[in-house]
């Protein structure tokens, strides 16, 4: 899962980028609105944390600009001013959920995960594929209920199949989602990444559709070469 920030405060942005790579999610991050605004309009995130008191754009108008251009990711609005009026009219910019400074890095990430599920139509931390679960909160992962070693790239690649099942997700789709902006992508390792997974997990969910992609589906018949 790919996620921005949007914050302007060096250590306060320095510590939300290294909890949520921690936590084995991709990170860019953008220090003023314009920057932030640029990002959200080009890359493809699955969430955003936007602070509202951004320079040069302030978080309100980022957002609105999002929502106007048909951007729809969930957004996480952050504020330092305790105003229900503030937090009104974030929401009401279109987005889906706020958190006033000073707040505990885990409320963030906590909120993060909720808002990826929700949008994805899951509504547990734990997501069910056949024999598989996947604990979102701890980022671990089971078949029928013996844990499963994945390394961080190999999870953040299974993470987003298991929030995205019954649909054909494209090699080029999951590069976007796993890697940072500014690592070296390389859509042709996504293959050998899959049939790892695949070994792994020993069940048969992950199928290869052919010209299109891969998509998790327990009942999937499709060629998995």
């Given at each position: 899962m790919?996620?921005?920030?949007?914050?302007?405060d060096v250590d306060l942005a320095a510590q939300m980028v290294a909890s949520l790579k921690d936590s084995g999610y991709a990170v860019d991050h953008a220090?003023?609105?314009e920057d932030a605004h640029f990002l959200g309009d080009t890359e493809p995130y699955d969430a955003v944390v936007l602070d509202l008191g951004l320079p040069v754009m302030d978080g309100i108008s980022v957002l609105r600009k999002w929502r106007e251009d048909g951007r729809s990711m969930p957004v996480l609005i952050l504020t330092a001013r305790?105003?229900?009026s503030e937090k009104v009219a974030g929401l009401d910019a279109g987005a889906d959920d706020y958190v006033t400074k000073p707040f505990e890095l885990a409320e963030v990430l906590a909120r993060l995960r909720a808002l990826i599920?929700?949008?994805a139509g899951h509504a547990s931390s734990e997501l069910v594929c056949g024999p598989v679960t996947l604990d979102t909160r701890n980022a671990r992962v089971w078949v029928s209920g013996e844990p499963v070693r994945l390394t961080a790239l190999e999870f953040k690649l299974f993470s987003y199949l298991m929030h995205h099942q019954g649909e054909v997700v494209s090699r080029t789709e999951l590069t976007e989602h796993i890697y940072d902006q500014d690592f070296d992508r390389d859509s042709n390792t996504i293959?050998?990444?899959?049939?790892r997974i695949r070994k792994k997990l020993g069940v048969d969910l992950i199928h290869t559709v052919r010209g299109l992609g891969y998509r998790l589906d327990p009942e999937d018949g499709e060629d998995k070469r």
């Open positions: 790919r996620v921005l920030i949007a914050e302007d220090s003023d609105g305790d105003s229900w599920r929700r949008a293959e050998v990444f899959v049939n």
